[in-house]
């Protein structure tokens, strides 16, 4: 950390939303922590305690995300099913990005534990290859490993229905979606 004094409290947290508020992209708790000179442990306490008040932020691989759109980025959304092996995740996610889609989380239903979901908020190659990566140097399992038929639900997002449309019957001949 630089030698600058620490943003406190109440204050910290306000400058922590204001700034995922005005990003418009996924800032890490490092940048946070740089910005407020704490620790990134802090930064996760804070804004833990900003999801207590209901603030719409989410955690995502690429950072801390603000998740309200301005009124004019209205898009739409649908949940899809997909079954495919692992190594086929970084196909399948591109197949979704390059129609122009969000891919905003993978669900699966755990035996034990229901509905386990988790953000991926990819948009583009770039953040795809990023997520990849990211699960491959953590050795981190996918979660359709969870579920032993490898079913696993999507939701996009996408500022056209035709979007959405062409995404899914690629997907179709693909033979990842699960109909």
């Known amino acids: 950390m ?3 004094e620490k943003v406190l409290g109440e204050e910290r947290r306000n400058l922590i939303l204001r700034t995922l508020q005005d990003a418009g992209r996924p800032i890490t708790g490092r940048e ?10 802090v930064i996760v306490s804070d804004v833990t305690l900003l999801k207590a008040k209901r603030e719409p932020i989410i955690a995502t691989n690429q950072g801390y ?25 970084e196909e399948e996610l591109n197949i979704l990005v390059d129609h122009g889609v969000t891919v905003k989380d993978v669900r699966v239903e755990h035996l034990v534990y229901g509905d386990v979901c988790a953000s991926i ?7 795809v290859k990023a997520f990849i990566e990211q699960i491959q140097q953590a050795k981190a399992p996918y979660l359709l490993n969870l ?3 490898g079913i ?13 449309e062409q995404a899914e019957q690629a997907l179709k001949k693909a033979g990842f979606l699960v109909e």
């Open 2 to 4: 630089q030698n600058k």
């Open 32 to 41: 946070l922590g740089e910005l407020t000179n704490v620790s990134r442990q």
């Open 65 to 89: 995300l603000y998740t309200v759109l301005p009124p004019t980025a209205e898009k739409i959304e649908k949940i899809i099913v997909c079954r495919h092996e692992p190594e086929q995740t």
């Open 121 to 127: 908020m990819v948009s583009n190659r770039q953040e």
């Open 147 to 149: 579920d032993e038929s």
């Open 152 to 164: 696993h639900m999507h939701t996009l997002s996408a500022p056209r229905e035709d979007q959405l």
